[in-house]
DNA sequence: CGATACACTGACCGTTCGTTCAGCGCGGTG
DNA sequence: CACCGCGCTGAACGAACGGTCAGTGTATCG
């Protein structure tokens, strides 16, 4: 069966909410986007919102969770791209750059449910519904890390916390090109990241002297 | 003069707020820790909070300034060390992974504060407290990296973007350790991070291959 | 065209929280 | 001992918010 006109209507109402959403998150933040600015900005009322989410906490979830698909998605991409394991890490960084570039509204939302917030039930609902999507973001690189490890082509380090680093790092640029006025090629920065990562930033003395 | 008596029990009171502060935002987070609650866990009431701090802000603010002045006051001895860079590197993370390792309970304020909310004046009060703080700290990382590049230490990249890259990839490891119920010395983790940042986490394909 | 269904509205409710302030108890003073 | 000053208290207040629901407007159908 395909979809009535009334699916098409509803559709369009959960996704204008959740962008809704989305942008005042990030003008206000996390905990002072209320509900009726979202209404507001989706231009609807109040309690419409309240036809398509049971409450809050269920739409600042399902919209998390419809974004951070689209990253994943992207990183299906990336992930399984055959290749060297440079190539490979060169892609996951492109694709996370790429990711936030197009959805810079959206990090506001992400960064805030890295910690979870209020009564210890609360919390624990929030970490059973997001924190998987963190972990398996992690988890992905660090097999891919491990990967590379078995192989020869990397150091042998704890791939978890190599992981964590490279994507809190990357995340750490992330943030400071969103706030720049004109930041530099997204190429380029993937570039420092990967060279980085992979040959560090140091000079060895063999190459530094003049012999 | 040396203090008075009223100031001592000032003093006092000053500081056992802003500890109970930093404790229940760690249990419940920045937004859902309430005046309340930082009174009972101070083992005072409500109303007493308000004769040392004029408001939620002012406590908040001055919360974070006091402890995040105790990692300057570290990081002012390690980027003072004589000896190489890496020396000087290596004393820089171990300073932080030490602060955040003995202030856990800081850690949650000091994420929050990473972003600002609430209304566009509160976000402008708070980025002119909080961020000069973050930036402090990411200038003078920068302008460490930046010196052993124009010594021909490090590869000439964008010193800002490395010092964000490197604070924020340690941050995600200090935040691991402290979720871990039995984290690897902490030494250990330093060496990871500076080895990484230093030569990376390639090997070389003239090591690799067995010619 | 009148009746029915239903998506939508926004005033209203209960709750929570920051902030206030009248009053209390206690240590010091004459 | 009576009085006073003052640090402290916590009930009370108002603002703000999430969530509700009786009512309204409109599209659809007989």
Redesign the interface.
């Known amino acids: 069966m395909a979809k009535s006109k009334e699916d098409v209507v509803s559709e369009f109402r959960v996704q204008s909410i959740q962008e809704a959403a989305i942008r005042v998150i990030s003008r ?5 986007a209320t509900m009726q600015e979202i209404a507001e900005e989706a231009g609807i009322a109040k309690g419409t919102i309240y036809l398509y989410f049971r409450d809050r906490e269920e739409l600042v979830e399902k919209t998390f969770e419809t974004t951070i698909g689209e990253l994943h998605k992207r990183l299906d991409v990336a992930f399984e791209t055959d290749g060297t394991f ?1 190539e490979r890490l060169r892609a996951i960084i492109t694709a996370q750059l790429g990711f936030f570039n197009e959805n810079r509204e959206f990090f ?1 939302l992400y ?2 449910l ?6 210890s039930a609360q ?1 624990r609902r929030q970490k059973r519904t997001c924190q998987p999507q963190f972990q398996a973001r992690v988890d992905r690189l660090a097999k891919i ?1 491990k990967q590379a490890m078995d192989a ?4 042998q ?2 791939p ?3 992981a ?10 992330v ?2 090109r969103l706030s720049e006025d004109a930041p530099p090629p997204e190429s380029e ?1 993937v570039e ?2 990967v060279s ?8 060895s003395k063999s190459k ?1 002297s003049s012999h």
Do not use: C, N, W, Y
Not at 164 to 173: D, K, P, Q, V
């Open positions: 206000k933040g996390m905990a002072s440079e506001r960064h805030s890295r910690m979870p917030e209020g009564t919390q890390l020869g082509e990397v150091r380090l704890d978890k916390r190599l964590l680093f490279l994507i809190e790092g990357s995340t750490a640029i943030l400071e920065d420092l990241i980085t990562i992979l040959g560090g930033i140091a000079i530094r």
